[in-house]
């Protein structure tokens, strides 16, 4: 194999970085077929760009339903907040391109493709007493050619409010639900949201013979079948088979109906039953708590697809009577042939994509799913609209395996199967503070890349939930060992044990931080292992009399021995974030010092320096040294270059040995706004720090290690911002976390990043 110069001349800078990473994959190609095949990321596509990512012009746009051309070269999604529906072209998947958007009459729900023409429903409604819309009629050669001046050719009225729409896999049909959906704030028979709320919602089946202005519509009454809301069916969502079969959900009516759209009656229906759930988190309350249970939760299905002829898949989100939070397999008949039970939940938990925001609600709310084969594998795709992935699993008759997880934007609806191309996308409904996506993957011969880090299962088979990763710091003594917290996001703050010998790094257990015998909750954005095995740590305060910055003292076994705080002189120059690092030096009882970076500027300092402090345990021993043992550097940060602004922050100190330290340095940016995500090196040598009372804090010099923003690009996902913890390992190997936020307004995706020797 012929290696390219730029490859064979690999240095520290971050491009060799992001070069680095892509190293295994260059591999022949037989061992490649020999290996298994999984889906990699390979483009994400802002939906903005279609349209205008400046939001004074565009305040939001989304791709709610995605679906591709006959070709499977064209994306084209719904765009309910604008009305619009979008052409993406996906001739190359790594570089998609939009191609424009165009005006639809209403609200666009869901959108298929048959032959040379796509079929777009669009809400046309009043009210939810008066609903209307139609099936509007695109040929979508004459559109991309020209898409700004492409009208639909036919708008078929639906006599009423259209949802889902499918079309037969021999082109020979189109089924749209109408769904006439109910008034979630109306309370009927004592339940919120609940049913009947007339008119009632039906099957329209569309023949496609001949030319579209040729094609007629025959109505399929749903009513009478379900148990609940039997005089008001609520279909939300509709698939077909090769045999001309439509399967239906009756999500609030928590029923499954099949039709033969060949003669427009229903073969099949039944109740979607429901499940008990036994250790899964039910309340918000900052803790991702699996103790509690759910008794007798109507599994109410929404996204549904066939997986043979005999099969179906739905993804149970709950709605009207809760969360049931898995997914099922059914036969034809009702009978329950998979349920996913509490499996759903903890996939997220273990990948730190757990939305604790959402315990109380449908937890990772599982929504769309989709199927496909792909050569002689058969996968099902699950997307989790609030845990921001999708569950790849692969089907064996009437057995599911879990393959992989898909990280996504948020709140991943549209899900689509491109088995011709070996492609999978998913899109996404939520366009604030992360912006909407297409994400595309490919189906090929290398190790799953996601997730990067993840946590065993424990005795009792549920894993050690995390998130909000906030800091690193290498074990002493083992390379393949690293700790991490998180922050105040969770209650209950705690120390986790990294596993770093394998990919994906394995987080092996979780000490609990006790102060005389009970948890504590920290904003703890800092951790570094003393000498003997303690550690120190640093939570951030908010410069009020109930949060200050605190330098914390803990036992190996997590229990709290002291917290130290800043003299009260400078404590009161507070303004904004504080503690955001710690590192420690020497050994504990003899030359032990520890370093904190402050994140921000804090009052009278210099513009563009923030503080490192210098605190000396010894001195804070003895009560008669001033101010504690606590001196300061200013280190100079680098000025902000996002064109969205933002400020520019410390994230992250790290001792190197010798006077010398790495540092975190990072804007607040992310997605295409993000610049700075930088490691830096300081020499502290023969520099000597000054107290609060010398003032005057000598300037620090900073040279720029690893430019870590084109490494992180390198995953083809979303930019997080906060870049927040960094560890170097006794054999200087260097890694890299990234915070999720807990999954609140944020993709949930960790990144965990080996940097190699980049700090040697």
């Not at 400046?54 to 604008?82: C, H, M, Q, R």
């Not at 273990?350 to 084969?373: F, L, M, Q, V, W």
């Not at 921001?388 to 934007?409: C, E, H, I, R």
């Not at 191309?421 to 503070?433: G, I, M, N, Q, Y």
Request: proline fraction near 5%; charge should be negative; glycine fraction near 10%.
């Amino acid at each position: 194999m012929k290696f390219s110069r730029k490859v064979l001349c690999l240095t520290k800078s971050a491009l060799s970085l992001a070069l680095l990473a892509t190293l295994p994959s260059l591999v022949s190609a037989d061992s490649k077929e020999s290996s298994p095949a999984y889906f990699q990321r390979i483009a994400t596509y802002l939906v903005c760009e279609n349209t205008s990512c400046d939001k004074n012009g565009v305040s939001e746009t989304v791709a709610e339903i995605v679906a591709a051309s006959k070709d499977g070269n064209t994306l084209i999604y719904t765009d309910s907040p604008t009305g619009k529906i979008g052409f993406v072209d996906i001739h190359d998947a790594e570089n998609p391109a939009g191609l424009g958007t165009l005006d639809t009459v209403g609200e666009p729900t869901s959108v298929a493709v048959s032959g040379d023409y796509a079929l777009v429903g669009v809400n046309t409604s009043a009210s939810f007493l008066e609903p209307s819309g139609i099936l509007a009629v695109y040929h979508v050669p004459s559109c991309l050619s020209n898409v700004s001046s492409c009208s639909a050719i036919r708008e078929i009225d639906m006599g009423g409010q259209p949802d889902s729409v499918a079309t037969s896999p021999d082109g020979r049909y189109a089924a749209v639900v109408i769904e006439n959906e109910r008034d979630e704030d109306i309370t009927v028979s004592d339940v919120e949201g609940g049913l009947p709320q007339p008119p009632a919602g039906y099957l329209n089946i569309i023949d496609l013979v001949g030319a579209p202005e040729n094609w007629g519509v025959r109505r399929v009454d749903l009513t009478g079948l379900a148990f609940y809301g039997s005089d008001d069916p609520e279909p939300e969502f509709v698939s077909i088979n090769q045999r001309n079969i439509a399967a239906v959900t009756m999500q609030e009516n928590n029923h499954i109906v099949f039709v033969n759209l060949v003669n427009g009656k229903v073969l099949q229906h039944f109740n979607a039953g429901a499940v008990t759930l036994d250790g899964i988190d039910i309340a918000d309350n900052k803790l991702i708590d699996f103790t509690s249970t759910l008794t007798d939760v109507a599994r109410e299905p929404d996204g549904i697809a066939w997986l043979d002829n005999n099969k179906i898949v739905t993804a149970n989100e709950g709605d009207l009577f809760g969360g049931s939070r898995g997914f099922s397999m059914f036969n034809r008949n009702g009978k329950v042939l998979y349920d996913s039970g509490t499996k759903f939940e903890y996939l997220a938990a273990a990948a730190g994509h757990y939305p604790e925001k959402r315990s109380d609600n449908k937890g990772t709310e599982p929504e769309g799913i989709t199927t496909g084969r792909y050569k002689n594998e058969t996968f099902i795709f699950v997307g989790s609209e609030r845990g921001n992935f999708v569950g790849v699993y692969k089907a064996d008759g009437s057995k599911l395996k879990y393959k992989q997880m898909l990280p996504t934007g948020a709140g991943p609806e549209g899900l689509l199967a491109i088995p011709s191309r070996k492609l999978f996308v998913a899109s996404t409904e939520v366009d604030s503070p992360v912006r909407s996506q297409i994400n595309i993957f490919r189906l090929e011969h290398k190790p799953a890349a996601y997730p990067q880090i993840k946590s065993i299962r424990q005795p009792d088979g549920k894993p050690i939930a995390w998130g909000a990763l906030s800091a690193l710091s290498s074990d002493k003594y083992d390379a393949d060992r690293l700790y991490t917290v998180h922050d105040s996001f969770y209650n209950e703050s705690r120390i986790y044990s990294i596993d770093i010998s394998d990919h994906p790094a394995i987080i092996t257990s979780a000490i609990p931080l006790l102060k005389d015998g009970a948890s504590v909750n920290y904003d703890l954005e800092g951790i570094a292992q003393r000498s003997n095995g303690s550690f120190w740590l640093v939570s951030e305060g908010a410069g009020t009399s109930t949060t200050r910055n605190l330098l914390i003292e803990a036992r190996s076994d997590g229990t709290v021995v002291r917290e130290i705080r800043l003299p009260v002189a400078v404590e009161e120059l507070q303004q904004s974030n504080g503690f955001e690092g710690v590192a420690v030096t020497g050994k504990v009882g003899v030359n032990e010092q520890v370093y904190v970076a402050f994140q921000r500027e804090w009052k009278n300092d210099p513009v563009g320096m923030v503080r490192i402090a210098q605190y000396t345990p010894a001195l804070d021993l003895d009560p008669s040294v001033d101010e504690g043992g606590w001196k300061f550097f200013y280190y100079p940060l680098d000025p902000v270059e996002s064109p969205a602004g933002g400020f520019v922050g410390l994230s992250e100190i790290t001792a190197l040995g010798h006077g010398k330290f790495a540092i975190i340095e990072r804007d607040n940016q992310a997605g295409p706004d993000a610049r700075i995500k930088r490691v830096y090196r300081i020499d502290i040598s023969g520099v000597t720090p000054k107290t609060q009372t010398e003032g005057n804090f000598p300037i620090l010099n900073k040279t720029l290690a690893v430019d870590v923003l084109p490494v992180m690009q390198a995953s083809k996902g979303w930019v997080h911002d906060k870049l927040e913890g960094l560890a170097r390992t006794t054999d200087g190997t260097v890694y890299v976390v990234t915070d999720n936020d807990g999954v609140d307004n944020s993709t949930g995706e960790t990144q965990f990043l080996n940097l190699g020797k980049a700090l040697n």
